[in-house]
T-cell receptor, first 114, second 114 residues
Framework: AQSVTQPDIHITVSEGASLELRCNYS??????LFWYVQSPGQGLQLLLK??????LVQGIKGFEAEFKRSQSSFNLRKPSVHWSDAAEYFC????????????FGPGTRLSVLP | EAGVTQSPTHLIKTRGQQATLRCSPI?????VYWYQQALGLGLQFLLW???????NRGNFPPRFSGRQFPNYSSELNVNALELEDSALYLC?????????????FGPGTRLTVL
């Protein structure tokens, strides 16, 4: 069965610092990977996705993620964090069957210090 | 273009009652997904509808049910409510059922069971 782990439950960074959120997946075939962000009281917003091709994916709000098959990872990065980036971040994998009942990671809560 | 909408925003029920949650997908989207986001349990896949049919369901009891209408909007029904059903229920829609079709999420319905 597919699974997604996000080892960090909560991360705190200072505004302007760089950020890396970790995501590891367990999946037998070529994964389709996503990062979503959820601000308090809001739904999920898609940041970026990886289907194939270039392993470095650019997303919205200055985020990028790198797919590393050898490490089964899809880590999210941002070079300079803004206070508005404080939110919950979810990594997800779409299974290899018809339809997309995503398997989500447990999420990483990001706090940003002024 | 309007995003995914959900109603009501908040719903308060007592144990044993029934709850009905509604979702309107993005125009042109045929697939609708329901997820439960309970405290401490993360995002769990509930149900997937496409073209009016239930295509897949997650590991939830039969008292969680729903349907999709001819206009592709959807309804989630939870019967015999239990305290642990308290959660944020998120609806998502996608253009179709393929893995390449990105899911777009609504803001959610917060269900509280007293």
């Amino acid at each position: 069965a597919q699974s997604v782990t996000q080892p960090d439950i909560h991360i705190t960074v200072s505004e302007g610092a760089s950020l890396e959120l970790r995501c590891n997946y367990s999946y037998g075939a070529t994964p389709y990977l996503f990062w979503y962000v959820q601000s308090p009281g809001q739904g999920l917003q898609l940041l970026l996705k990886y289907f194939s091709g270039d392993t470095l994916v650019q997303g919205i709000k200055g985020f990028e993620a790198e797919f590393k098959r050898s490490q089964s990872s899809f880590n999210l990065r941002k070079p300079s964090v803004h206070w508005s980036d404080a939110a919950e971040y979810f990594c997800a994998v779409a299974p290899d069957n018809y339809g997309q009942n995503f398997v989500f990671g447990p999420g990483t809560r990001l706090s940003v210090l002024p | 273009e309007a995003g995914v909408t959900q109603s009501p925003t908040h719903l308060i029920k007592t144990r044993g009652q029934q709850a009905t949650l509604r979702c309107s997908p993005i125009s042109g989207h045929t697939s609708v997904y329901w997820y439960q986001q309970a405290l401490g349990l993360g995002l769990q896949f509930l149900l997937w509808y496409d073209e009016g049919e239930e295509r897949n369901r997650g590991n939830f009891p039969p008292r969680f049910s729903g349907r999709q209408f001819p206009n592709y909007s959807s309804e989630l029904n939870v019967n015999a409510l239990e305290l642990e059903d308290s959660a944020l229920y998120l609806c998502a829609s996608s253009l179709g059922p393929q893995r390449l079709d990105t899911q777009y999420f609504g803001p959610g319905t917060r269900l509280t069971v007293l």
